[in-house]
């Protein structure tokens, strides 16, 4: 059974940082982009930061681009997201995904991230 976990949310200050980790069981995915995404409520889930099958290529959104970055470790099967000057609007569940040939088709459960003013 695949599985995508995620780890590392919680409640940090504005300002701060976090650090988001996703392990894949069930199989291995080195070969597929790894993908984090974020939904806040009310809202509609959005791409936050991909990341290529070797780790050379990374893609971020606009609103995330130089305080986040993605990074994998395929040896441990596992993509992570460092956050770094976190604001409210950085306030989601997130979650990790797996780009498959139809695109993004394994989806871990989600981690909350809150960030207060």
């Known amino acids: 059974q695949v599985q995508l976990v995620e780890s590392g949310g919680g409640l940090v200050q504005a300002g701060g940082s976090l650090r988001l980790s996703c392990a894949a069981s069930g199989r291995t995915f080195s070969s597929y982009v790894m993908g984090w995404f974020r939904q806040a409520p009310g809202k509609e889930r959005e791409f936050v930061a991909a990341?290529?099958?070797?780790?050379?290529?990374?893609y971020y959104a606009d609103s995330v681009k130089g305080r986040f970055t993605i990074s994998r470790d395929n040896a441990k099967n596992t993509v992570y997201l460092q956050m770094n000057s976190l604001k409210p609007e950085d306030t989601a569940v997130y979650y990790c995904?797996?780009?498959?040939?139809?695109?993004?088709?394994?989806w871990g459960q989600g981690t909350q991230v809150t960030v207060s003013s």
């Open positions: 995904a797996v780009k498959r040939a139809l695109g993004y088709d394994y």
């Open positions: 990341i290529s099958w070797s780790g050379i290529s990374t």
